[in-house]
């Protein structure tokens, strides 16, 4: 499994990581000039319509929103979203037809005074009223009876007669007290991947940012790669990249070495990467304004040349990404894509990755598109559209295996086809 580094004693020196500094002119790219010309304002008002039309197409008073994804959406408020996944702390109500109220987590009061929440999707900040049990111990049922009387009251007021309501996460005792008041409650979730499926021109401008600060961290990465280097010092190098460039999180730590590669989905660790083995890495990085850049590579470590086995599996997980971007065109529907698509190996097929591909926005979104023989288990069928933005998957290791390849690569739905967005080296690029 190779040596796992003691980092009482194992120092990276310090050119190492001095040498993956790239400046992002060498790349042709002006990030904070970029970052300048996105038009939030616009960005916001039109994502904020979009998820009323979905409301109303349903026939919602409006929508409770708890997940900081669908906050940020609907109102483009960022409040410390990674400890608001797990400690629902703040939340927003939208009404189809009436106020966007956001229930604000820290000291609202003073923060809407400094221009905080200067939004124009905002009618309302009001102090979120905390009904978990780390911010309310015993009290999280005195706490849940007045978070639940204040939604109540705007249902009631900007619903009419209008009791359906969209909530996208709320603990049962919480849905139990909104149900009692005669609240009928639905999935917000539907609503909230349907508007965010088709993306506006603001919005593909923050997506194509986002890949283009991924390419920096990517070549870092490929830089700093030598033996010595661990699987944890090689990804830090993504995720100092994106928060120097405005960026935010990275969702997974998929970043995996030599034996580590098979199975894939094995997260990143103080391992040793040793002369000739294969790295493979997933960024899933949530980069600038909160939108996703979803790139894979896989590069095997300067030292010793690639095996023919390594050759192998990248010449076919490379096969598989570049046929299938070339399949996507607006009106495929989806069992037509999977019915054409490039044909895994058997060998291959046990280990193959979850999807063909996914939609990406802020986060992985809508739709997810399933392998053939994957179908009849949990295919669904929808189109594909000109303005959506996909992540094309490929994972190759056979089952028992040594090594694997992991590739992937985001794309922009055009008239014309699928347009990849990336810069960084896929086409025969296994050598670091």
Not at 93 to 99: E, I, K, L, Q
Not at 264 to 289: K, L
Not at 293 to 312: F, H, I, M, N
Not at 372 to 390: R, Y
Request: proline share 6%; glycine share 8%; with cysteine.
């Amino acid at each position: 499994m190779g040596r796992i580094l003691d980092t009482a004693r194992d120092r990276v020196p310090a050119p190492l990581l001095d040498a993956s500094r790239v400046e992002p002119a060498a790349l042709g790219l002006d990030i904070v000039g970029r970052c300048a010309e996105i038009d939030e304002r616009a960005m916001g008002l039109e994502r904020l319509a979009k998820l009323r039309a979905e409301l109303a197409r349903r026939d919602y008073a409006g929508a409770l929103l708890s997940d900081p994804i669908n906050i940020r959406y609907a109102t483009g408020s960022r409040n410390m979203a990674v400890w608001t996944m797990h400690a629902p702390g703040r939340y927003a109500f939208v009404a189809t037809d009436g106020p966007v109220v956001l229930f604000e987590y820290g000291t609202p009061t003073q923060m809407a005074a400094q221009g905080v929440f200067d939004l124009p999707t905002v009618d309302e900040v009001r102090p979120a009223i905390s009904w978990f049990h780390f911010m309310a111990g015993p009290r999280v049922p005195e706490k849940t009876r007045l978070w639940a009387a204040d939604v109540i009251d705007l249902v009631r007021r900007h619903g009419g007669s209008n009791p359906r309501l969209a909530v996208d996460r709320c603990e049962p005792w919480g849905a139990q007290l909104l149900i009692d008041a005669g609240i009928r409650l639905f999935d917000a979730q539907e609503p909230m991947e349907r508007a965010r499926v088709i993306k506006t021109p603001e919005e593909l401008k923050c997506l194509q940012l986002a890949v283009d600060v991924c390419d920096i961290g990517i070549d870092r990465m490929r830089r700093a790669l030598r033996a010595g280097i661990s699987e944890n010092q090689l990804y830090s190098i993504l995720h100092e990249t994106n928060v120097a460039h405005d960026g935010e999180w990275v969702e997974c730590r998929l970043l995996s070495s030599g034996e580590r590669t098979n199975p894939w989905f094995q997260e990143c660790s103080n391992r040793i990467i040793e002369p000739g083995d294969m790295v493979a890495f997933d960024t899933d990085m949530v980069g600038p304004f909160g939108y996703l850049a979803d790139l894979s590579r896989s590069w095997v470590c300067p030292g010793r040349k690639p095996t023919a086995e390594q050759r192998k599996l990248y010449e076919i997980a490379q096969e598989q990404v570049l046929t299938n971007i070339e399949l996507i065109t607006p009106g495929l529907s989806f069992r037509e894509y999977v019915e054409r698509c490039w044909p895994i190996p058997e060998e291959y097929i046990p280990g193959r990755y979850s999807m063909t591909l996914h939609g990406s926005g802020m986060v992985d979104e809508y739709p997810t598109v399933t392998h053939a023989v994957d179908w009849d288990t949990w295919g669904f069928d929808g189109t594909f559209e000109e303005g959506m933005v996909l992540s094309i998957e490929s994972y190759i290791g056979a089952v028992g295996a040594k090594e694997g390849v992991k590739l992937e690569e985001q794309v922009q739905v055009t008239s014309a086809g699928a347009v990849r967005m990336s810069q960084a080296p896929l086409t025969d690029a296994l050598v670091a």
